[in-house]
Each structure stands twice: as C-alpha cells, then as structure tokens.
Nanobody, 113 residues
C-alpha cells in the first residue's frame, strides 16, 4: 500500500521558519516527481511547488524566494523548507506523488503572533 506521511507542522510566529517532511512507504520516490500543496481554511487547495526526478524544482509565486523543496531518495523523503513565514501561509500542507495522484493526510501549519 502506497502511503505518504507529512510531519513537521506546528505553530510559528510571523517571520519564522518550519521544515516539513513527507515520508513515502510502499513505493520508491526516486523515479517520481513529488509536489507540495496547501489548503487554507475556507479556500481551495493550491499548488506550492514540485521537485522532479533530477532534483529540479518549480514554485508557485507564493513560494518563490521563501520556500525550498528538496528530496532524499535514500530516505524516501521530500522536504519543504519554509522561511519568512507570513500569517497568510497558515494552511494544511500536503505532499503528493504527481503521476499516480497519491496524497498524504496533511500537516497543519499555523503562523500567528
């Protein structure tokens, strides 16, 4: 059974940083493009960014310059490093295996003073 488990969410003050992880089981992520999404309360889920098989990345405007996606194929894990967080970044963050459409359960990020 293919599963993704996100972790690392929590409460952080504006301007702070968080590092989210997404651990895969039941599948090797090495040949997979992996994505991060987020969903804020009352809003639709939105795309954050993608990391390709070769480690190439692309980001939504909301993430450019602040968020970094990386992958560790040996650990079957991807990460989302988020810096300079804003109140508007409050959301549940999800990882996804792009091609087969498997989602994790999400991890809550709350940015508040």
């Amino acid at each position: 059974q293919v599963q993704l488990v996100e972790s690392g969410g929590g409460l952080v003050q504006p301007g702070g940083s968080l590092r989210l992880s997404c651990a895969a089981s039941g599948i090797s992520i090495s040949p997979q493009a992996m994505e991060w999404y987020r969903q804020a309360p009352g809003k639709e889920r939105e795309w954050v960014g993608i990391i390709g098989v070769a480690g190439d990345t692309s980001y939504a405007n909301l993430a450019k310059g602040r968020f970094t996606i990386s992958r560790d194929n040996a650990k079957n894990t991807i990460t989302l490093q988020m810096n300079n967080l804003e109140i508007e970044d409050t959301a549940v963050y999800y990882c996804k295996i792009r091609v087969i459409g498997v989602w994790g359960q999400g991890t809550q990020v709350t940015v508040s003073s």
